[in-house]
C-alpha cells in the first residue's frame, strides 16, 4: 500500500509478524513463459493485398544468453492434423513479388537476451490449377541450423478467436504450394 503523506509518497513498513508481499516482476513471468530454446517466436501481423501474402514472424530472445542468427530461418507449414504440407520453400522472394527489402543479403545478429529480430514470409493465394488449395493451420520455424524446430505464436490481430488453438495460424497457399523466406533482420 501507497500512502500520500504532505506531497510525499511512502510506502508504510508492515506490522510486526505481517509478510509483505513482494512487487510482482515482469520479469519473472515473462521468464516462466520462455521456452527452452531461450527464445520465443510469434507473428502478429499478415499483410494482405491481391493475393499476396506477408507475413511478420519476430523472434525475442527470452532467455538469458545470447543467440547468433546468420541466414534464413526453416520453415514448417503444417496442415490441421500437424502433418507438413508439401510446399516449396524459397529463400528471398523466389519470384513472388518484389517486395523492397526482402531479398536483401543476410547479415550476422546476435539477439542478447531482451532483444528481438524479424523475419517473413511471402506467398499468394492463387488458385493457378484444379489442385486443392493447399491451407496451413500450424506453422514451425528452427531459427538457424541445428536449432530445435519450434512453434510460431499469433499475438494481437493473428489471433482470431478464443476457441483458436494458442498456435493456430491460418496460411492459404492457394495451388502454387510456394513460400519465399527473408533472412533475420533488425
Request: with cysteine; net charge negative; proline share 10%.
Amino acid at each position: 500500500m501507497t500512502v500520500l503523506i504532505a506531497g510525499c509518497l511512502a510506502t508504510p513498513t508492515p506490522p510486526v509478524g505481517e509478510a509483505s508481499t513482494p512487487p510482482s516482476n515482469p520479469t519473472t513471468t515473462a521468464a516462466a513463459d520462455c521456452p527452452e530454446t531461450g527464445v520465443r517466436l510469434t507473428t502478429d501481423l499478415v499483410e494482405v493485398a491481391m493475393g499476396l501474402r506477408l507475413m511478420h514472424v519476430e523472434l525475442v530472445n527470452c532467455g538469458d544468453r545470447p543467440h547468433t542468427l546468420n541466414g534464413y530461418p526453416g520453415v514448417r507449414v503444417l496442415d490441421e492434423q500437424r502433418r507438413a504440407l508439401d510446399v516449396r520453400v524459397e529463400r528471398g522472394s523466389a519470384d513472388i513479388a518484389t517486395v523492397e527489402g526482402f531479398d536483401t543479403p543476410p547479415e550476422a545478429i546476435t539477439v542478447r537476451p531482451g532483444e528481438r529480430a524479424e523475419a517473413q514470409l511471402m506467398w499468394r493465394n492463387t488458385h493457378a490449377s484444379t489442385n486443392a488449395a493447399q491451407v496451413g493451420k500450424y506453422l514451425k520455424i528452427a531459427p538457424a541450423p541445428g536449432r530445435p524446430w519450434q512453434p510460431v505464436i499469433p499475438v494481437g490481430r493473428e489471433r482470431n478467436s478464443p476457441d483458436q488453438e494458442r498456435d493456430e495460424i491460418t496460411i492459404n497457399l492457394g495451388s502454387a504450394g510456394e513460400l519465399g523466406v527473408r533472412a533475420w533482420y533488425r
